[in-house]
């Protein structure tokens, strides 16, 4: 299995790290704008493999797509992070021309492969790749729901004192401060949260998730990288192995949830297609409220990009 990497920063870097060392790919190429610097980190990666015990071989590339040709996957994190202050939108005319480019390079040499979506603003980057590529929806998705289910297990397990191992979580909506934790599809060792969080420190640990992005650009100055790579390099291992995983993932919606027009996180299995099949949940009330909420606000952020 091959796999390629383009963005060689912070998040794929670190994603090209976790295929590596976890032999999720045979080969992982890393392919960045600037000069020399792909070339250096999958070096570096490579020369890891003695010390840590892998094999999987790590190739840079300076915007050269031969290199890539032949990928069952790509990731495409390429494009500015956020600093302090910014929202993830505000990177929409940077990210989306950056997405553009890369997506229509990357299908010439790699027309079968699944396309995993990092870049920010996530859903509106997703459609953009989809509109590039032309590719069926179940092969051009989108990274945010595992990292967002990631931080809100996270808190809970710091919450309650407990192995994040065991709590079981799932999240949906767009990827940004209107996201749709689900307290009601939380689980601690299969027991529902709700019976060991009570509602105010629950609704806080939800808040909290909501803003983690926000949390981390404040603290470093630039956004976050370990738990963003690691949960694209999950989303690729699901594929290449063929796990048939269920986790949140960006993608299209056709119907499902009684939306036709939007790219939003909904639970899905992941498998060697990509995506095998959507989950729909019977959400109530609130919860489609919510939903609505989240369709309009990414819709919104659609409507520049089709300008
Ligand atoms: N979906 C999610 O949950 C998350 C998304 N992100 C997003 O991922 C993106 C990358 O973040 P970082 O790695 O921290 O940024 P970074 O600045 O460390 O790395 C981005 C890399 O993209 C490269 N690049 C720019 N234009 C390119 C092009 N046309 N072709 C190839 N490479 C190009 C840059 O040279 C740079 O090395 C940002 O847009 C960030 O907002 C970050 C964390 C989580
Ligand atoms: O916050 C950001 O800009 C990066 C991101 O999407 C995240 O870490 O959730």
Not at 52 to 72: F, P
Request: charged fraction near 25%; aromatic fraction near 4%; charge should be negative.
């Amino acid at each position: 299995m091959k796999v390629t990497v383009v963005g060689a920063g912070n998040v794929g870097a670190t994603c090209a790290d976790v295929l590596a060392y976890r032999e999720i790919a045979n080969e992982v190429v890393l392919l960045d704008i600037k000069e020399g610097v792909a070339e250096g980190k999958a070096l570096d990666i490579w020369q890891k493999a003695p010390i840590n015990l892998y094999d999987t071989r790590t190739i840079g590339s300076t915007n050269d797509y031969e290199k890539t040709a032949g990928s069952d996957v790509v990731v495409i994190t390429s494009g500015l992070p956020r600093k302090p202050g910014m929202s993830r939108d505000d990177l929409i005319s940077t990210n989306a021309g950056i997405v553009k480019t890369v997506t229509e390079n990357v299908i010439k040499h790699s027309p079968e492969a699944i396309l995993i979506i990092v870049s920010n603003p996530l859903d509106v980057m997703t459609y953009q790749a989809h509109i590039s590529s032309k590719f069926p929806r179940t092969r051009v998705i989108g990274m945010a729901g595992i990292l967002d289910t990631a931080r809100y297990r996270a808190f809970l397990a710091e919450e309650l004192n407990v192995s994040p191992k065991d709590i079981q979580a799932v999240l949906m909506g767009g990827h940004g401060d209107t996201m749709v934790p689900l307290p009601r599809y939380t689980t601690v060792g299969g027991i529902p949260v709700t019976e060991l969080v009570d509602a105010e420190k629950l609704e806080a640990i939800i808040e909290r998730t909501k803003f983690g992005g926000g949390e981390l650009v404040k603290l470093m100055g630039t956004s976050a990288w370990y738990a963003p790579g690691s949960a694209a390099a999950q989303m690729v291992e699901a594929i290449v192995r063929d796990q048939r995983r269920v986790f949140p993932v960006c993608i299209k919606l056709e119907g499902e949830y009684g939306i036709d027009d939007c790219y939003l996180g909904v639970p899905v299995i992941l498998g060697k297609n990509g995506v095998e099949k959507v989950i729909e949940l019977d959400l109530d009330k609130d919860e489609k409220e919510l939903l609505a909420t989240s369709r309009k606000h990414v819709l919104e952020v659609m409507a520049v990009l089709d300008k």
